[in-house]
């Protein structure tokens, strides 16, 4: 069984840092392309980063300069260090890996105040 477990959300101040965690097992994710979407209250869900199994990283407009993606494929895990955060990058987080389908993680909620 496939699972990708996030971690590392939770409450902080508009300019403070979060670091999320990407968890998973059943899977190796050395082959696979991984990121991070994210999803806020009342808004479609969208792409936050990516990076390719040959460590290729793509960003949002949004998120370019304050997020880095990072993958320890012999951890099997995916990091999303956020720094600068803002009250607009409140949403849930989830963490996917690709390759001829995709699985999702659950989600972790990250929650920036004024």
């Known amino acids: 069984q496939v699972r990708l477990v996030e971690s590392g959300g939770g409450l902080v101040q508009s300019g403070g840092s979060l670091r999320l965690s990407c968890t998973a097992s059943?899977?190796?994710?050395?082959?696979?392309?991984v990121g991070w979407y994210r999803q806020a209250p009342g808004k479609e869900r969208e792409l936050v980063t990516s990076?390719?199994?040959?460590?290729?990283?793509n960003y949002a407009d949004f998120v370019q300069g304050r997020f880095a993606i990072s993958r320890d494929n012999a951890e099997n895990m995916v990091y999303l260090q956020m720094n600068n955060l803002k009250p607009d990058d409140t949403a849930v987080y989830y963490c996917?890996?690709?390759?001829?389908?995709?699985?999702w993680g659950q989600g972790t909620q990250v929650t920036v105040s004024a």
């Open positions: 996917y890996a690709n390759m001829f389908r995709t699985f």
């Open positions: 059943g899977i190796n994710i050395t082959p696979y392309a």
């Open positions: 990076i390719t199994r040959g460590g290729t990283t």
